[in-house]
């Protein structure tokens, strides 16, 4: 199966980044809305390296086949919500199993 990646939510944790990091111009290329499609469980072109890593093992098991995360966490049991691992930004990224085209 193939899995559509969705970025649906940013969250940004301002009073921690003026307290922790070290200022910068650019962390994320990421919008809201932007989607990606796995094919066999391999990281899309231009999905970042990162957000990847949270999320690997959750599209590798949809891409098997496999689901109902955490005994029925999503109502849809082939997704998955997962977030990269920005401690100061994360994207959330909506993970679905599609049927391949």
């Known amino acids: 199966m193939n899995v559509r ?24 290329d990421i919008v809201v809305g932007q989607q990606w499609v796995a094919v066999d469980g391999k990281r899309p072109d ?9 999320m690997q093992p959750f599209v590798e098991a949809l891409a098997r086949g496999e689901g109902d995360f955490y005994d029925g966490w999503m109502r849809n049991p082939m997704s998955a919500m997962i977030s990269c691992n920005d401690g100061f930004r994360p994207m959330s990224f909506y993970l ?3 049927e391949e085209s």
């Open 5 to 28: 990646i969705t970025a649906v939510r940013q969250t940004v944790y301002r009073d921690l980044m003026e307290r922790y990091e070290n200022p910068i111009e650019h962390a994320c």
């Open 46 to 54: 231009g999905l970042c390296l990162e957000a990847w890593k949270s």
């Open 96 to 98: 679905e199993a599609v």
